[in-house]
């Protein structure tokens, strides 16, 4: 310090001058703060915050708040707001607040009472206040609020009142010979319903007086003999007034007991309604618009139809509906509203509880809803109320999960796409390139040229555009120096709608293409801000299987090729442009059942397009797209056998294939399929994945003592975890163990395979281990995660293969020569303090970046962590200096968890499900998309260090300013040294 103090003082004026003034534009430029600022969050990266299917609401409207709770069947609690600008985020913003329960909890039954919700599973009750707190909740088999107390089914024989403000038990009663299942109020009498020991066969009747001291004794009503009655768990039931009601999948009819009488009756649905078509079952019994003595039954096709409960239990057709119609239903003590939303007209019906359906409606509006957009899915159900001037305002749901409200004007107040709590499928799509590549005369290198200075021009107008912004910038970067406790919004990035299809210089603006809901909507959203760009709902269809990119945006539109499943069962298949959503080809019905599809990247034809092999259950090869130029292209390639495989994982059987191409030119399928190979594991599969190669460099480099470890990277392999369970040997007279955890151990086997030639290559077994398993398979490395059973925690195994000295020469794959002696195999095993739901890795352009592993934690936390951590060579004891070359770490059995790994910060995805990962063109950044019950999509780098762009915290104006005061400053010095300097020549 004092060296530097004295230089700094024997400088002359103008030198201690620059360099004040080169400390002081430093101090600007240096950020201070060492980890994500607030206002960054959000700007690369966008949160779903999703509720699932919902199929509960119940509305509150008074002067002072207008809500929404609802409650889905993925076991969420949550608030809605009412109000909104209908802008495409409103959604969004109108969550007020969510509950998740655990995932086993599938909710049943909810209810809005004296300021209380309440949520009923399968298993438990759960009582939640008008702001989300959770109150008390307890185990239950069903519940019911009635007045100040809940009703519930505490055991099988077992009823009991609780307070509902604190859960206090306030009495119950214990009923011999039944087995209760469920319990329903009407005023202040509770009907207990059940069937009794030990089969259940015969319908059960109680009923009990509730009161604010607790449940009267329960009385039990006769009920007409010899009836079977249903379990609920194998079939759908709701109770409508007095009457229970029942669809019974198996014979296709519906089940109706009265409770006051003990009466009832079956009718099936084929004699009920005529124009049923009996190739779709009737699968659904509306649960969401419940009427007093009646009940909508619906199909998956779209068909609705309201029934009625006569006296004697029979059921009788009142009302078929139009496709695609919506409907509601308010029920009070004397009558029903009910409602139908048929195209933008709303139509509402004054039903009492036991007359005839009326002809007319008693209300109409006109424009009461916005106009259904093409392709989005159909409005399924409608919970509704009229506010001023007879208004109606409506919480809408459609068939591909979405929630809309709409106000008393028929205007949209915002929509949610609930349907990405339920993602089958997501594929990452690049945009089109800036210059479009129409004019086929271009050449490449015109192509280029224009794209480079087009490139140019852009970056020079942003710069001069920039320039109006340096006076605002450098106030906020002085502002961002003074402390302050106002918190700091962060502003997520948009792209401009001209803009929204071209691929940016870096790759970062790219299309996933998901496949949501129930399976049959597919939407297209951009990775910036995470803006849906088209939604596209089949409603023919009943779910989406294989979604296969057969064509990449290099200078044509990019082609997804998709299969399912129609409303009949039958396999079809179309083509999509994943870029707006629209259909290239019909979708064509296909008379074989499929079991696999993928595409040959190897071959492209002309136009840029892969071709597409379908194999079906007989494993017969199809090529696609079925045109006769794709076919004789096909035929025409002069290419090696191809191989694939099959895997069950029900039974762990795998069986290779080899595909030859035909013999018979006129043969219109250009490949034949035989067996080669097939391995019993004997054993249900819980992972599988085939190997990722996507690595710059095919050795590992000891740099100091100048050797080469040759990566075994062979694209043939496939990774394979099984859980075996191996029974504990008997002695001589023992009986078995009653209990599994004493009858046996559990053991995690991994094995790596050729599916060239079905040999193994590595096997390893871990003793007293068991699931959730998961695994992930890249470059030459495995890593998996198990639980251990019996050191009661959760383990990470990292295993990496190598090329024995020698035995690869010219570094080509042949599979047939290669044996598991070939094959060198290092493996470790470390600890990991939380449980793991989903791992991946990051990908990148080269393969250059050292790549990063994605931990889908429990906690809803994704956790990047280096993969030199779960390196099996890491050493023991101190590391050495060759060690140290090579970037390995000491060993210690805990993998580390600091907080400023988790690249989704507060952001949680719960009951995280999988990743889906893509390269961005800047080889330090990948694209990550993480979905579950929520989604979460950010840019991945190595320690969150871009190293080929700037950060946002880079401030260019302060750079600009600094430039141009250098250059003024050095002008002024240079005229005064000069004048000094001809001063001393005088």
């Known amino acids: ?94 969550l007020v607040w969510r509950q998740v329960l655990p995932e086993e909890e599938s909710i049943k039954g909810f209810q809005l009472h004296k300021n209380y919700l309440v949520a ?74 059940g069937g009794e020991e030990p089969s259940a066969e015969l319908a059960v009747i109680h009923t009990a007086k509730s009161s604010s001291e607790g449940l009267s004794k329960p009385s039990q009503i006769n009920v007409e003999s010899h009836k079977p009655f249903a379990p609920s768990p194998f079939s759908i039931h709701f109770f409508s007034g007095r009457h229970y009601i029942q669809l019974l999948f198996s014979e296709q009819s519906l089940y109706v007991l009265d409770l006051e009488t003990g009466k009832h009756a079956t009718t099936k649905l084929r004699k009920l309604i005529p124009d049923l078509d009996p190739k779709i079952e009737v699968r659904f019994l509306s649960t969401e618009a419940i009427l007093t003595n009646r009940a909508i039954v619906a199909n998956s096709a779209g068909q609705k139809w ?81 506010g001023p001037k007879n208004a109606i305002h409506m919480v809408i749901s459609r068939g591909d999960w979405s929630l809309s409200s709409v106000d008393g004007h028929g205007k949209l107040q915002w929509r949610r796409l609930d349907g990405f709590s339920n993602i089958q499928s997501a594929t990452f799509v690049d945009l089109l390139p800036t210059i479009h590549s129409s004019v086929s005369s271009e050449s490449t290198f015109v192509q280029r040229v224009r794209e480079r200075f087009q490139s140019q021009v852009e970056d020079a107008a942003e710069f001069v555009s920039g320039l109006s912004g340096v006076p605002q910038a450098l106030l906020s970067q002085l502002s961002s120096l003074i402390p302050t406790t106002e918190k700091r919004k962060g502003v997520p990035q948009h792209v401009a709608e001209a803009d929204l299809l071209k691929k940016d210089r870096f790759g970062m603006h790219q299309m996933i293409v998901l496949v949501t809901g129930m399976g049959n909507t597919m939407v297209g959203i951009h990775t910036v801000g995470g803006r849906v760009v088209w939604e596209r709902h089949f409603d023919e269809l009943d779910f989406l299987e294989y979604t296969v990119l057969v064509r990449r945006s290099v200078s044509l539109h990019p082609e997804l090729f998709v299969t399912g499943v129609d409303n009949y069962g039958f396999p079809m298949t179309f083509t999509i442009n994943p870029l707006n959503g629209e259909l290239v080809s019909d979708v064509t019905p296909l008379p074989y059942g499929i079991q696999q599809v993928f595409a040959l990247q190897h071959l492209t034809d002309s136009e840029d397009r892969h071709p597409v092999l379908v194999i079906d259950m007989d494993s017969n090869a199809h090529v696609f797209p079925e045109t006769e130029s794709m076919h004789a292209f096909v035929k025409s390639q002069e290419s090696s056998v191809l191989h694939f495989f ?107 395979v050729d599916t060239v030639t079905g040999a193994f290559i590595h096997r390893t077994s871990h003793k007293d281990c068991a699931g959730p398993i998961n695994l992930v398979f890249a470059e030459n490395w495995v890593v998996y995660q198990y639980w251990n059973e019996r050191s009661h925690r959760f383990e990470v195994a990292s295993l990496e293969m190598f090329d024995k000295e020698g035995s690869w020469g010219a570094r080509e794959i042949d599979s047939y020569a290669l044996s598991s002696s070939d094959v060198q195999v290092q493996q470790q095993t470390y600890i990991i303090n939380s449980a793991v739901r989903a791992i991946s890795t990051t990908k990148t352009a080269q393969g250059i970046t050292e790549k990063t592993l994605l931990f889908g934690l429990s906690s809803g936390h994704i956790l990047a962590l280096s993969r030199k951590f779960l390196d099996p060579r890491r050493p023991e004891g101190q590391v050495t200096q ?62 969150n260090r871009y190293y080929d762009r700037l950060s946002h915290g880079f401030s260019t104006a302060i750079i600009f300013i600094m430039i141009a005061g250098l250059t003024v400053v050095t002008w002024i010095f240079m005229k005064l040294y000069r004048q000094k300097e001809l001063k001393k020549a005088w």
Request: some cysteine; proline content about 6%.
């Open 646 to 752: 099959l895997a069950s994982r029900a039974t762990g059987t795998v069986t290779g294939f080899q595909l030859t191409p035909s013999a018979d030119k006129d043969d219109e399928n250009p490949f034949t399929s035989t067996q080669i190979w097939q391995i019993q594991l004997q054993d249900p599969i819980y992972a599988i994945q085939s190997a990722q190669i996507n690595t710059h460099s095919a050795a590992r480099v000891n740099p100091l003592e100048k050797t080469l470890s040759l990566k075994h990277l062979n694209p043939n392999l496939v990774a394979i975890a099984t859980l075996k369970f191996v029974p504990k040997p008997l002695k001589e007279g023992e009986e078995p163990a009653a209990n599994a955890a004493t009858a046996g151990t559990n053991h995690v086997i991994v094995s790596v």
């Open 306 to 386: 309201v029934v009625s409960v006569a006296s004697d239990c029979k059921v009788q057709l009142d009302l078929v509906l139009e496709k695609g119609t919506a409907v509601g239903a308010n029920c009070g003590p004397e009558s029903c509203q009910f409602l139908t939303v048929e195209g933008t007209t709303a139509s509402l019906y004054e039903l009492p509880h036991n007359g005839k359906f009326p002809d007319t409606p008693a209300q109409e509006w006109k424009n009461a809803v916005p106009p259904t957009p093409a392709h989005v899915a159909p409005m399924d159900f409608v919970w509704f109320w009229t």
């Open 120 to 193: 009923s599973t399968a298993n438990r009750v759960f009582v939640f206040d008008l702001d989300g707190n959770l109150v008390w909740d307890k185990a239950a088999l069903d519940s019911k609020a009635v007045g100040d107390i809940i009703v519930t089914i505490s055991d099988k024989d077992t009823v009991s009142a609780s307070a509902l403000s604190t859960g206090k038990l306030l009495n119950e009663h214990k009923l011999e010979g039944v087995m209760l299942s469920h319990v329903h109020v009407v005023d202040s009498l509770v009907y207990l319903v």
């Open 882 to 943: 060759e060690e140290f070359a090579e970037g390995l770490v000491q060993y210690t059995p805990i993998l580390p968890q600091h907080p400023g790994a988790y690249i989704n910060y507060y952001n949680l995805v719960q009951r995280l499900r999988a990743f889906v990962t893509s390269p961005a063109s800047l080889e330090s950044t990948s694209l990550v998309l993480a979905y579950g019950l929520d989604m979460f999509y950010t840019p991945v780098a190595p320690n």
């Open 1 to 94: 310090r004092d060296i530097i103090y004295s230089q700094f003082g024997q400088m002359g004026p103008s030198s201690r001058a620059l360099v004040a003034l080169v400390a002081a534009v430093a101090i600007f430029c240096v950020s201070p703060a060492l980890a994500l600022y607030e206002d960054e969050a959000g700007k690369d990266d966008w949160y779903y915050s999703n509720l699932g299917m919902v199929k509960f609401v119940q509305i509150q409207h008074t002067a002072n708040s207008k809500k929404a709770f609802v409650a889905s069947y993925h076991g969420v609690v949550a608030a809605l707001s009412l109000r909104g600008d209908g802008a495409a985020d409103a959604g969004k913003s109108a």
